[in-house]
């Protein structure tokens, strides 16, 4: 049982996905703060408000608390473009430097005989059958 659990937590993705978590999660908290300290006052010193926080909408002695539902649309938004723009593009941008050149073909199956013929062969070589253009 326990060398059962020690090849699951071994295996590698375990670990991966556990690292994945705990940055995601400090990466969430700095852009959250980021959002809530700086960006949020910017926009709401252009709209005349210190804070979204404090919009709030009452009818008939109900409160809806709009402003915090902005604030947290637009942090989500905030959150997204940052993993967008610094994890999603650089790593697709290494992935493109690592990608093996496509390598185009110079060879084809004979479908008579299944020998390897070059690919502008109109001939095999091996059994003599025309080969399809």
Known sequence: MVKGFLAFLNRGNVIDLAVAVVIGGAFGVVVTALVKD????????????????????????????YGDFLNAIFSFICIAAAVYYVIVLPAEKVAAWRKPAEVTPTTKSCP??????????????????????
């Not at 700086?38 to 608390?65: D, R, Y």
């Not at 020998?115 to 059994?127: E, Q, V």
């Open 38 to 65: 700086l960006i949020t006052p910017l926009i709401a010193a252009v709209f005349g408000k210190p804070s979204f926080e404090s919009l709030v909408l009452t009818l008939n002695h109900s409160h809806f608390l």
């Open 112 to 133: 008579e005989c299944l020998s390897t013929i070059p690919l502008g062969a109109h001939r095999c070589m091996y059994c003599t059958s025309v080969q399809p253009a």
